[in-house]
């Protein structure tokens, strides 16, 4: 209509299945002041409607350049084509994307994710909100259950701002492949019940805080950190994060699938577990894989859970007996040192394990990875580590098995 006010027209829940997309007909033709809210609607194609901005569309309605648009639905919610008008069947699906107009909730927030919370909580079912790629608000309080996921293999492709409030039961963040990179906070409502709600596969840069009844899961998420302590300060309220991702989501599932896949692990949890080594001594997920090929026995298969790592001395560098291999070096001076496995059921001593020895610089950064070796004749495993070009400080030197057990102690390098 030509002189109305537009941005006070809503469209909503329909289905434009005739929109004149081989003709010069629109579905919608905004001849008004300002932009008309056409979105949740149905264009006859999941892709949305045929516009300009909207370059993947190109058989649902057209709509003009004066049409907000995104999010629309997904399926055409109309349960009975029957019946005149729209019968709103569900649960629905709902497509953000950054195209076209940004709309505004009837709260005042503007943004093309909070326009699909808002159509979600209007909507009386357990809709599934799909995030293509894109920066968006995610302002707007989530009152209804809901599934929000990304396009596939996009937390680190699709960005949520804003802090986000979940003030429903039954609502899920995130599946692998499809989180978000959350930059602000997460907060469960008074009221609500945590534990049937979830954020899981997403990058977190924000706090997570649970006001509600239960524990909410948030486990399987990478925080930007490495330090449990960190994540814990990060949390508030009855919160399960662990595990926790030692890389971003999305490359932390590809390679602990990779690891299952070479049968080095039985199922995700395990995986992760032989992730954090991996992170740990600095390797790839393919030269991972490779070592424990080379290793022989699988995964570190010689070591059973709980085996007990008994250190011995050092050979230089004044190293002490008894639980530690540690001591002071000057550079070019080996560390040379011995242990032996033990089963912690039988006591008998393991000779067939796989055990990598890691040296980490004063900075953190790995300096020397390899693996220790059995000596038959001593029933010790030994390695030698050269320091020459090291720096001086003070370093940790990690041994490890498969199991995630490990000794960590201090070795000084000193200048000569």
């Given amino acids: 209509r030509t002189g109305c006010d537009a941005p006070n027209i809503h469209i909503h829940f329909n289905s434009f299945i005739d929109g004149g997309v081989t003709t010069t007909a629109l579905a919608i033709r905004n001849q ?17 409607p045929t516009h300009s ?48 107009p940004k709309p505004t909730t009837k709260n005042g ?9 808002e159509g979600s909580n209007e909507l009386p079912y357990n809709d599934t909100i799909y995030v293509k790629h894109g920066t968006y608000d995610a302002t707007e309080p989530i009152t209804d259950p809901v599934n929000i996921i990304s396009e596939p293999g996009s937390a680190a492709h699709t960005t949520l701002n804003g802090n ?18 959350m930059n602000g906070n997460v907060t ?11 954020i899981n596969w997403c990058d977190l840069y924000g706090n997570v805080t649970n006001n509600g009844t239960g524990t909410f899961d948030a486990q399987y998420n990478y925080w930007g950190t490495l330090l449990e302590s960190v994540v814990d300060a990060r949390t508030t309220g009855l919160i399960d994060y662990e595990p926790f991702l030692p890389e971003n989501a999305d490359d932390s599932y590809v390679d602990a699938t990779a690891i299952m896949a ?21 390797q790839d997920v393919n030269t991972f894989i490779q070592y424990q090929g080379v290793a022989g026995a699988g995964a570190f298969a010689g070591a059973p859970a709980g085996a007990a790592i008994n250190l011995a001395g050092a050979a ?9 291999i540690s001591g002071t070096y000057t550079p070019g ?31 953190g950064a790995l300096v020397f990875w390899g693996c220790a070796t059995y000596d038959e004749t001593t029933g010790e495993y030994v390695f030698t580590i050269d320091t020459s070009g090291l720096a001086p400080g003070t370093y940790e030197l990690i041994i490890q098995t498969d199991d995630g057990q490990s000794k960590t102690v201090s070795i000084e390098v000193q200048a000569a």
């Avoid at 058989?59 to 005149?84: A, E, M, N, Q």
């Avoid at 469960?188 to 979830?198: E, L, M, Y």
């Avoid at 230089?316 to 530690?324: H, L, Q, S, W």
């Fill in 53 to 100: 901005t909207n370059t993947n569309a190109t058989t649902g309605s057209r709509v003009d350049d004066h049409v907000i648009f995104s999010p629309w639905l997904g399926i055409d919610p109309d349960g009975d084509p029957t019946t005149p008008g729209v019968q709103i069947t569900g649960p629905m699906t709902i497509i953000v994307a950054p195209v076209g």
């Fill in 188 to 198: 469960v409502g008074a009221g609500a019940d945590a534990g049937t709600s979830s």
């Fill in 262 to 282: 070479a049968g080095l692990a039985s199922g995700i949890d395990p995986a992760i577990d032989q992730l954090w080594l991996m992170v740990q001594l600095g």
């Fill in 32 to 48: 008004g002041t300002g932009n008309v809210d056409a979105t949740l609607n149905w264009w006859g194609d999941a892709n949305g």
């Fill in 316 to 324: 230089g560098g004044g190293g002490a007996v008894e639980g530690a």
């Fill in 164 to 181: 986000m409030s979940i003030n429903s039961n039954g609502v899920l963040i995130g599946l692998p492949l499809q989180g978000f990179r």
């Fill in 333 to 363: 001076e080996p560390i040379e040192g011995r242990f032996t496995l033990t089963d912690p059921v039988t006591g008998e001593p393991i000779t067939d394990a796989a055990v990598t020895t890691s040296l980490l610089g004063p900075d």
């Fill in 109 to 117: 927030n503007t943004g093309y994710l909070d326009e699909g919370i």
